[in-house]
């Protein structure tokens, strides 16, 4: 065919060989179609778009793919092995296993891989040439990525499994990835960058692997740009390079590396937690419910950021172990613009520090910024002297509502407050969050 070529009745066959004879010809097939084989090509002519859809149980694609324009392809009924494809954008729909034939690669600015699952775990999907991808698989279905060059997701990806990714750098910029089950991601010697842009970036998953050159988790300029790692079980980091997380320009533009188990922090480089320039843009690393954290690197610094509430902290309710030799704490210019270390209801260890100063009273909402430590017998004796006068502890929770207190789990993009339920539990727990830096 010479120009375009569009379906409007029924479709059945075990091969169609399509042959462009012209420059940018059009492929819409989308109706119904149970071709089971198909074939671009070109005889003289090329694809500027190519839209196809099969509902065939054994689709499949042979030759080589290539348009200058968007590629889309869809099996509704099976799953599907790409061949090598070159498109500006791509979009790729799968109800079965998403795979790659062998050898064969991609090269196209944007991709949209969706698929019960995508790659295997003896094949990666190769995404070298890919500029920004976006994953989604079914519900149990695992996602296995690599490229020899960096990966860098966008909009919203959804692995329902488990995420492997290895690359050379790996970038979540005003994106999500949202991971069901557990993420292992090796930036190689590239960095791992989790940043607000235009919108706020979430790494969540079950259990959390990271290993990169540097690790930067960076707010944004916007209102609530936040970025956010979470995970709802253990996290375990090693970085050759730096460890720098910090707050933005907007207003609540934190950025925070949270855990609600055990958090495990390796680092060859110094490690750097900041607060921002905007109010309440605080900077924290915390695993929470009374979990350890353990973090070494050569150097350690926290620094409150020049925003009313923009708080540096590493927080646990379980001990803190800093193996430095050189901790520092440096209070910011903004009110309440604290640098704090703060184990809840154990130790904090921290050899050689500047600025740990024993904290025996909350650093916050006194409109001063201070540097410090709170451990948990004196934040127990706090909690005690709150308590004992109703008073008090009404002016302790209004004080914590007010400044922002966050719940653990950032699914929204940004942390959502405490809902009163959860805030009564959390006191029933003894977990209010009395001088809780991040609030």
Do not use: M
């Amino acid at each position: 065919f010479a120009s375009s070529l569009a379906q409007s009745g029924s479709l059945a066959a075990p091969r169609l060989l399509l042959n462009a004879t012209a420059p940018s010809a059009l492929v819409l097939l989308g109706g119904n179609n149970s071709v089971g084989t198909v074939s671009f090509a070109s005889a003289g002519g090329s694809y500027n778009n190519i839209s196809y859809r099969t509902n065939s149980a054994n689709a499949a694609i042979q030759g080589a793919v290539s348009a200058s324009g968007n590629v889309s392809l869809e099996a509704s009924n099976s799953g599907l092995a790409l061949p090598s494809v070159s498109a500006a954008t791509l979009s790729v729909t799968a109800s079965g296993a998403l795979t790659q034939q062998t050898g064969v690669g991609l090269n196209a600015a944007s991709a949209q891989l969706s698929g019960a699952s995508i790659g295997d775990p003896g094949r990666a999907f190769v995404l070298d040439g890919v500029g920004r991808v976006q994953l989604t698989t079914a519900a149990g279905g695992n996602a296995n990525v690599q490229s020899g060059g960096a990966v860098n997701f966008a909009g919203e990806s959804s692995v329902r499994g488990d995420l492997r990714v290895a690359a050379n750098g790996i970038a979540i910029q005003g994106a999500r990835v949202a991971v069901s089950g557990n993420a292992s991601l090796n930036a190689g010697s590239g960095d791992l960058n989790v940043a607000a842009t235009s919108s706020s970036a979430l790494l969540q998953a079950t259990n959390l692997d990271l290993q990169a050159n540097r690790l930067l988790i960076s707010g944004g300029g916007g209102t609530n740009q936040v970025a956010d790692i979470y995970t709802s079980n253990a996290t375990r980091v090693n970085t050759t390079g730096q460890i720098i997380v910090t707050a933005g320009a907007g207003q609540g533009a934190h950025a925070a590396l949270t855990s609600d188990g055990p958090l495990t922090i390796t680092s060859a480089g110094a490690v750097f937690v900041t607060g921002g320039a905007g109010a309440n843009a605080y900077a924290k690393i915390d695993p929470i419910n009374r979990q350890p954290l353990e973090l070494t690197a050569p150097q350690i610094t926290l620094a409150g950021g020049s925003g009313s509430g923009a708080t540096a902290s590493i927080i646990s309710e379980g001990n803190v172990t800093l193996n430095s030799p050189d901790v520092r704490l440096v209070s910011g210019s903004g009110a309440n613009a604290d640098a704090v270390l703060v184990s809840y209801f154990g130790r904090v260890t921290a050899p050689g520090c500047t600025g740990c100063v024993q904290l025996t009273s909350n650093p916050q909402g006194n409109n001063a910024s201070q540097t410090g430590i709170l451990q948990g017998p004196e934040f127990i004796a706090l909690l005690l002297q709150q308590l004992s006068n109703p008073q008090n502890l009404q002016t302790l929770n209004t004080s914590v509502n007010n400044s922002g207190n966050t719940s653990s789990n950032p699914t929204s993009g940004s942390t959502a407050p405490l809902s009163d339920e959860e805030k009564k539990k959390r006191e029933a727990e003894g977990r209010v969050t009395v001088g809780e830096p991040d609030c």
